[in-house]
């Protein structure tokens, strides 16, 4: 079974970092593309970045470049999203996916279940 | 950067009948590389809809999707109770990928 485990969310500061981390299982994680999609309370989708089966090819959202960071271990199956210079906006459910391709520009067929990040004074 | 747009932003309908959702792209999305999502309260999305018209794994025929271009359409041919949730549409052809803000589909 695809498990999908996030983890690192919390209460942070403004203009401080947090490390999210995403744990995989029940499948070949070198095998494909993931992806952090974020869910502000009340509201909708947003996709954060994505990054290839192997790193090579790694996007993100315009709202988020330059202050967040995503990779991964494939030797760990993990996923991880760096988040520096932290905003208010920032503050939202951080969902992991799983894209159905290795180059990460599939779309997302399985999900964890989120990491809250509140970024608050 | 692709605007997706969902209408209508509510939809009210009862078991046993059939829901059209509609969403429409401020520019062609390439390759028909679109999908739809599922939410329920308190869940993570659930992927319906993957290459405008394939369904995922699990789905039940009862789902279909289709469209090209810059419109595209989810149909729930006969509503069971279990599929009162909130939509989304997503391009996945051109980075940002984007999604749209979510038809709610209410009894």
């Known amino acids: 079974e695809v498990q999908l485990v996030e983890s690192g969310g919390g209460l942070v500061q403004p203009g401080r970092s947090l490390r999210l981390s995403c744990a995989a299982s029940g499948f070949t994680f070198n095998e494909h593309g993931m992806h952090w999609v974020r869910q502000r309370a009340g509201k909708g989708l947003e996709w954060v970045a994505g990054i290839s089966w192997n790193s090579d090819s790694i996007v993100y959202a315009e709202s988020v470049k330059g202050r967040f960071t995503v990779s991964r271990d494939n030797a760990e199956n993990s996923l991880y999203l760096q988040m520096n210079s932290l905003r208010a906006e920032d503050t939202a459910l951080y969902y992991c996916?799983?894209?159905?391709?290795?180059?990460?520009?599939?779309?997302?067929?399985?999900w964890g279940q989120g990491t809250l990040v509140t970024v608050s004074s | 950067e692709i605007v997706l747009t969902q209408s209508p932003g509510t939809l009210s309908l009862s078991p046993g009948e059939r829901a059209t959702l509609s969403c429409r792209a401020s520019q062609t999305v390439n390759g028909r590389y679109f999908a739809w999502y599922q939410q329920k309260p308190g869940q993570a999305p659930r992927l319906l809809i993957y290459?405008?018209?394939n369904r995922a794994t699990g789905i039940p025929d009862r789902f279909s999707g289709s469209g090209s271009g810059t419109d595209f359409t989810l149909t729930i041919s006969r509503l069971e109770p279990e599929d009162f949730a909130v939509f989304y549409c997503?391009?996945?052809?051109?980075?940002?990928?984007?999604f749209g803000q979510g038809t709610n589909l209410q009894i």
């Open positions: 996916a799983k894209d159905r391709w290795d180059s990460g520009t599939s779309c997302y067929d399985r």
């Open positions: 290459g405008a018209d």
């Open positions: 997503q391009q996945y052809g051109r980075s940002p990928y984007t």
